[in-house]
Nanobody, 123 residues
Framework: QVQLAESGGGSVQDGGSLRLSCAASGPTLSDYAMGWFRQAPGKEREFVATISWGGGMRVHADSVKGRFTISRDNAKNAWYLEMNSLKPGDTAVYYC????????????????WGQGTQVTVSS
């Protein structure tokens, strides 16, 4: 069974930075796209970023473009979200996920999900 575990969440001030990590255990997720989603209190879960297996395709939501960067390390079966210039509006539970393609990930569909890690940005 594939299990995903996020780490790196926490509390930062407005303008701060955090790096989220997602480690996959179990079978290697060959050819899977990886991604990050977030859910703020009272809001629906939203797409944040996705990256293809080879890393050649990366897509970031407009709300985070230029501030967040997704990357992956297939040798470690892991992927990351570097978050800079954080704003209070970025406060949410962040989930890592793995799915069929970057296209399906952008549509919110994934096969595997992590449990989530809290990111809180204070003003």
């Amino acid at each position: 069974q594939v299990q995903l575990a996020e780490s790196g969440g926490g509390s930062v001030q407005d303008g701060g930075s955090l790096r989220l990590s997602c480690a996959a255990s179990g079978p290697t997720l060959s050819d899977y796209a990886m991604g990050w989603f977030r859910q703020a209190p009272g809001k629906e879960r939203e797409f944040v970023a996705t990256i293809s297996w080879g890393g050649g395709m990366r897509v970031h939501a407009d709300s985070v473009k230029g501030r967040f960067t997704i990357s992956r390390d297939n040798a470690k079966n892991a992927w990351y979200l570097e978050m800079n210039s954080l704003k209070p509006g970025d406060t949410a539970v962040y989930y890592c996920a793995a799915g069929e393609s970057t296209t399906t990930m952008r549509r919110g569909r994934a096969e595997y999900w992590g449990q989530g890690t809290q990111v809180t940005v204070s003003s």
